[in-house]
């Protein structure tokens, strides 16, 4: 579990909800630069049509949540797709969670220069378990 001192954000069932946020610039070829943000250790170009990753700086018990915003002015705006299906495992492990943008098509697409990338990602901290796991 994450060793840092957090804030309390918002009422929730869950115990131990922790919000972690990153923005990112995209630059030539897709590549990520100017990272800004706390709790996040990578976030990654991997090889192929617009996929990324990130890998937190901390390991938690669950992903309950993420959200991740393509701000673009020379392309039409990207959906994304999480296609980690291990997603809790890699959380757990602090191991790399991977997606891809793709249109509203669904066809993977390359972000282009400048864009911005914004993630918002929802944790639990806790190894408490939710109602049915």
């Given amino acids: 579990m ?23 610039s995209i630059g030539a070829a897709g590549a990520v630069t100017n990272i800004q943000g706390e709790g996040f250790s990578t976030i990654t170009k ?4 617009g996929a990324y990753s990130f890998t937190l700086a901390d390991k938690y018990n669950r992903l ?17 797709e999480i296609t980690d299906t291990a997603f809790d495992s890699a959380i757990q492990a602090g191991t ?6 793709v249109d509203y098509a669904g066809a993977a697409v390359t972000l282009t220069n400048p864009s911005i990338m914004n993630i918002k990602v929802i944790v639990r901290n806790s190894s408490l378990k939710s109602k049915g796991e």
């Fill in 2 to 24: 994450a060793q840092r001192n957090f804030r309390p954000a918002n009422l929730s069932l869950e115990k131990g909800v922790t919000i972690l946020h990153a923005r990112c």
């Fill in 46 to 49: 991997e090889s192929g049509t």
């Fill in 64 to 80: 309950l949540d993420a959200d991740i915003q393509i701000s673009t002015a020379t392309t039409a705006s990207a959906n994304i």
């Fill in 96 to 101: 790399k969670v991977t997606f891809v943008c």
